[in-house]
């Protein structure tokens, strides 16, 4: 592996996607140094749950490199893939806790199916992953019995258990209010400063989006549009962009497409 790709998390080349006549991801390259965190953006439709259904090895592309910490997985079978997938974990977007577990049995899950943890290291770590999240004594409780922010800290608990490389983050924010949003903010800006992980955050919060991000992506129409520090990106004068980090109604992001429009739109991405 060359000293480029050593440094970097993700690097992704000329990625393509097509579903049928439809192209939604067209040419998507950029990277991702260690320790760093990459916000990706954009309207909904835009191709970023695709892309990031991909960088987590669930799609493959019909073009283009995708290597996730120095391996391109577009070229994996799936053994391959699965050691590479030890290596990263995902928070997703309303924590996917099961109910019928308690906090820290939903916490233990990936420590007790990797086979490798017996069930009282097992219990010293998720007394050690709520200890960072904030959760301490919440063990025993049960999803229903705590609050939405809550069981977003304890989707990332449930993340850091087997103490990955690198984490995907998929609407960490969504549905919080802004104390809770700030807490989210800080406790991933925690785990890359004090852990050393690398994350990649999927997020429409702009406010959030500015407070984490070392790099960001817009996406629009299956394409980057920007990229760059947040201060590159605020100073992009693109109007797409501006519009959408603003939150501005008028300008060239219509609030609502006809059908006939958005398959257009989605067709004319070449």
Not at 53 to 80: F, M, Q, S, Y
Not at 136 to 164: C, Q, Y
Not at 198 to 203: D, G, I, S
């Amino acid at each position: 592996m060359s000293e480029t790709k050593s440094t970097h998390a993700l690097e992704v080349r000329g990625l393509v996607k097509k579903f049928g006549p439809r192209t939604v991801l067209n040419d998507i390259s950029f990277t991702l140094k260690r320790g760093e965190i990459l916000v990706i953006m954009g309207g909904s439709g835009c191709g970023k749950s695709t892309l990031l259904r991909h960088l987590i090895g669930v799609l493959k592309p019909n073009e283009g490199e995708i290597h996730v910490l120095g391996t391109d997985i577009t070229k994996l079978d799936d053994d391959g893939l699965a050691k590479v997938r030890r290596r990263f974990a995902m928070m997703h977007q309303f924590g996917a806790l099961l109910n019928s577990l308690t906090v820290g049995q939903n916490v233990a899950l990936p420590l007790l199916e990797s086979g490798n943890v017996s069930e009282s290291i097992a219990d010293l770590v998720v007394k050690l992953k709520l200890e960072l999240v904030g959760l301490t004594g919440f063990e025993h409780l049960k999803p229903s019995e705590i609050s939405g922010g809550m069981r977003k800290r304890v989707g990332m608990a449930r993340a850091l258990a087997l103490d990955p490389e690198l984490l995907f983050c998929d609407e960490p924010t969504s549905g919080l209010d802004p104390v809770m949003t700030a807490v989210i903010d800080q406790l991933t800006l925690d785990m890359v400063h004090k852990l050393g992980i690398t994350a990649v955050v999927v997020t429409h919060d702009m406010t959030s989006a500015f407070r984490i991000a070392n790099k960001m992506i817009m996406l629009f129409e299956g394409q980057i549009i920007a990229q760059g520090t947040p201060d590159e990106i605020r100073n992009n004068p693109d109007p797409r962009l501006q519009q959408f980090i603003k939150g501005e109604a008028d300008g060239p992001i219509p609030l609502k497409l006809s059908r006939d429009d958005y398959i257009k739109r989605l067709l004319s991405v070449d």
